[in-house]
């Protein structure tokens, strides 16, 4: 049965699952509801099957009203938006999917993810799924986590590395939002450790991480929702971290250490000024439209590399396992040349459409509310052969003792 599905907010990532939809034969109808219609409408001029509308997302109402009839709802607003949206799935039998938990304003991410988790019962009631944290980071790596913890007879910690060393000699230190990266790095990272989760300070605990193929990187805490999630779904773990690593990582740090990046006014020759709202004010927004980022890369590239890599270790037969997971995927040049968009939004929309494609094309059986490592195996396996058809591929190095 053909079914229609609602994205709200078609910025970089709800675009990308829009367009791509637009090629997938179960799906009759894309409704495109952005509060800035003409930034919906611009999908509805070039995909025959999308339909603009203009909705304010902080009004349940209205997220009831022009979803009303579609059987997915993809949620691509910031998080603070996830439980009005989630309201709205429900009141209108729909399917969810989200591509984060956090970083929202009022509870740090233990208490937004498990905000989400408390509407499980409520789904699965209704005979719904709702899953959320469908991007590249959270996303893609759970999957891979879930793969190679499946091959262990027992499981002891997984960690997940990204390496992000894309540097043009024009000054734009984030791919992303900077308000957006600069709180997420001056936040307190949760780990997980022993059964418990754990607030360590900011950029905790560097460590020099021998990627292959790429060498030493300087990598260090980072507030993720992985360790959170996987401290509640992966049975026997005792340790999960999430590191962050790059030029942009270096900088923020160090606007930490000067106090930067901070919240509370100080006097400057008598005028109030917030630090982090100075910074961000005269940090550049990462370029968007295709003309900006080939005026970016027109000036050339300072550096460009990168690694994602998921280590999970354990046991098999007695014996010492490593199963070290890494994420291929265009770079930046590669991306605007063969898709006219960054990296950022080639690896993260393409793998949040993915877990779209999934709901589209029945591949879901669980019910309720969770994160992708829940997904059975043959969900997995689908996701990852799609993913490869796209130009996202896994690299799986073992490391075991043999006696």
């Known amino acids: ?65 022009v979803s009303k009839g579609a059987a997915l709802i993809v949620n691509g607003l910031p998080p603070d938006f996830n439980p009005a949206v989630m309201e709205a799935a429900l009141i209108n039998g729909m399917h969810y999917q989200d591509m984060a938990s956090g970083p929202v304003v ?38 891979i986590a879930r793969n190679a913890a499946d091959k262990l007879d027992n499981l002891e910690s997984i960690d997940i590395y990204i390496y992000d060393g894309i540097w043009t000699n024009a000054f734009i230190p984030f791919w992303w939002s900077p308000e957006t990266a600069f709180g997420d790095m001056a936040a307190e990272p949760i780990i997980f450790e022993n059964g418990e989760y754990k607030r360590v300070p900011p950029f905790n605990n ?44 270096n900088l923020a740090e160090s606007f930490y250490r000067m106090g930067l990046l901070g919240t509370e006014p100080v006097d400057v020759k008598g005028v109030k000024i917030v630090p982090l709202d ?17 005026a970016v890369l027109s000036e050339g590239m300072a550096l460009e590399e990168g690694a994602a890599l998921v280590r999970v270790q354990g046991q098999n037969n007695g014996k010492p396992v490593c199963l070290d997971n890494y994420i291929n995927a265009p770079g930046l040049t590669e991306a605007f040349e063969q898709y006219g968009i960054t990296h950022e939004s080639f690896l993260t929309g393409q793998s949040a459409f993915l877990f779209t494609k999934l709901f589209v094309n029945d591949k879901i059986d669980v019910q309720g509310v969770f994160p992708p490592e829940v997904l059975d195996a043959s969900a997995r396996e689908y996701y990852l052969t799609q993913a490869a058809g796209l130009g996202i591929t896994v690299d799986e190095i073992v490391e075991t003792r043999l006696h």
């Open 1 to 65: 049965m053909k079914k229609t599905v609602i994205v709200m907010g078609t910025g970089a990532q709800g675009g990308t699952i829009a367009m791509r939809l637009n090629d997938e034969p179960n799906v009759e109808k894309i409704i495109c509801a952005d509060y800035d219609l003409d930034a919906a409408k611009r999908y509805e001029n070039i995909l025959d099957k999308a339909t603009a509308v203009k909705v304010d997302a902080r009004n349940l109402d209205e997220i009831v009203t």
């Open 106 to 143: 009022d509870i740090d991410f233990i208490g937004a993810v498990k905000r989400q988790l408390a509407l499980d019962e409520k789904f699965k009631s209704a005979g719904l799924s709702a899953l959320i944290n469908t991007g590249s980071a959270p996303g893609l790596v759970n999957v």
């Open 206 to 249: 560097p460590e020099m991480i021998d990627f292959k193929g790429l060498g030493a990187r300087r990598m260090v805490d980072h507030e993720h929702e992985e360790p959170v999630t996987f401290g509640l779904f992966f049975k026997g773990l005792k340790r999960a971290n999430f590191k962050y690593g790059g030029p942009a990582c």
């Open 278 to 294: 100075l910074v961000c004010q005269l940090t550049p927004p990462a370029p968007s439209d295709p003309k900006t980022i080939k």
